[in-house]
């Protein structure tokens, strides 16, 4: 209201004052009586809707919305997708407007909108004053100030990729398959200022993970099921704010950006399907890291675990290698087996048998009586040079 409510004084003129489109100009203007009117006035426009409310939208009921989306990568764009195609239709338009908010760079949400002609706005400069009914986050990354969400007469929702609590965070997919999680799903919430993920839950839809999965794979699925859950929640907002509950205390937990310190395999404590987790969850992004004679290697193409006997030896510590030429795979011990790697990057790519050749071979042919102790990977704890 007070946006519509303005006190100036003009030179040569008397005071003034305008209520929406409206000049006023009073014989003797006293502040305090205007303010009582005006109060007096919109109150009784609650009650008169046959009066002018000085621009004052009233509040949308159901569809179609008008809204803003804040989003960046292409998890984000799958829900963006199924907005803009919601547009379109007559009696069961689902959409009214559509503007997007994202970060002032090339990103998948940025090329989507430009290529469909949507309005962008650049965060944080956005200042939506009444113009949208809902806000909808999808994998945006930035706290959202609590004036903004209180913009929305609906709110702000979020598609998360995970059934929250668990895996509260910037990176819910990827600690699904780290830790290896039966099941998950997608969560459509409100958010709440000053924390991600904290806010009341909408909807939610459960996904059994398969087997081997990867984290592109599972992402992938969890950006279609989130999109598709968010226009069933959009059809009923209204009910489903009504009906909507707090998130449980029991059962919470972070998931933190991943980052290079998680890329370090320790043969002696990871098992063969922990090891195997972690490529599914952070190899296409992060390479696997391991240390050889002091120098740091990547472990590129893991190809699982081998149950069979690798070498007569069993007394063979953790982070032995050998070369099984008949797969042409670099095999490693671990704490309970061997897991395979069909290439390395150590200064450059080389193939399993490039690095045997290069390293391994002439080091046996040596036939030091300290071999198996020195030609191993090492864990973590030892210092790369790089």
């Given amino acids: ?18 209520i929406g489109n409206n000049v006023c100009t009073p014989k003797r203007f006293c502040f305090r009586r205007w303010v009582k009117r005006i109060f007096s006035y919109h109150s009784t426009c609650m009650l008169r809707p046959d009066l002018p409310h000085f621009g004052l939208k009233r509040e949308r009921t159901g569809p179609p919305w008008k809204i803003l989306f804040f989003g960046t990568d292409d998890f984000a764009v799958e829900s963006l997708k199924k907005l803009s195609a919601s547009r379109h239709g007559s009696s069961d338009r689902l959409v009214e407007s559509l503007e997007v908010v994202t970060l002032d760079k090339e990103l998948p949400v940025r090329k989507f909108a430009n290529q469909n002609k949507l309005v962008v706005h650049d965060w ?4 939506p004053h009444g113009q949208f009914d809902v806000g909808v986050v999808v994998s945006f990354g930035c706290l959202l100030r609590e004036g903004l969400i209180r ?10 990729p995970s059934l929250l609590p668990r895996w509260r965070g910037p990176a819910p997919v990827f600690h699904t398959i780290l830790h290896g999680d039966a099941v998950t799903g997608v969560t459509i919430m409100q958010i ?6 904290v806010g009341p839950i909408l909807s939610q839809e459960v996904y059994q993970v398969p087997e081997h999965c990867t984290v592109d794979q599972l992402g992938a699925t969890l950006a279609t099921m989130g999109a598709h859950l968010l226009i069933d ?20 937990t972070s998931a933190p950006k991943i980052n290079t310190v998680m890329s370090w395999v320790d043969w002696e404590e990871q098992t ?3 090891i195997g987790r972690l490529f599914r969850a952070i190899g296409s992004r992060i390479p696997l890291r391991t240390i050889w004679m002091g120098d740091t290697v990547k472990l590129l193409e893991f190809c699982g675990e081998f149950n069979e006997s690798v070498s007569e030896d069993r007394a063979l510590s953790a982070g032995s290698v050998q070369y099984q030429k008949e797969s042409n795979t670099l095999l490693v011990r671990c704490k309970d087996g061997w897991v395979g790697f069909r290439a390395v990057v150590l ?6 048998a490039d690095f045997y050749n290069g390293y391994l071979h002439p080091f ?8 198996h102790r020195e030609c191993v990977f090492q864990s973590k704890q030892v210092k790369p040079k790089d």
């Fill in 192 to 197: 709440r200022p000053k924390r991600f993920d």
């Fill in 124 to 127: 944080p400069h956005i200042y």
């Fill in 233 to 252: 929640t959009l059809k009923t907002l209204p009910e489903k704010i009504a009906s909507r509950r707090e998130q449980a205390k029991e059962g919470a």
């Fill in 364 to 371: 046996f042919t040596k036939k030091l009586p300290l071999q």
């Fill in 1 to 18: 209201m007070w946006n519509n409510v303005k006190y100036f004084r003009s030179k040569g003129f008397n005071n003034r004052i305008t």
């Fill in 347 to 352: 200064r450059k790519r080389l193939s399993a």
């Fill in 272 to 274: 063969c399907e922990q």
């Fill in 151 to 160: 913009q929305f007469p609906f709110g702000i929702l979020n598609v998360h």
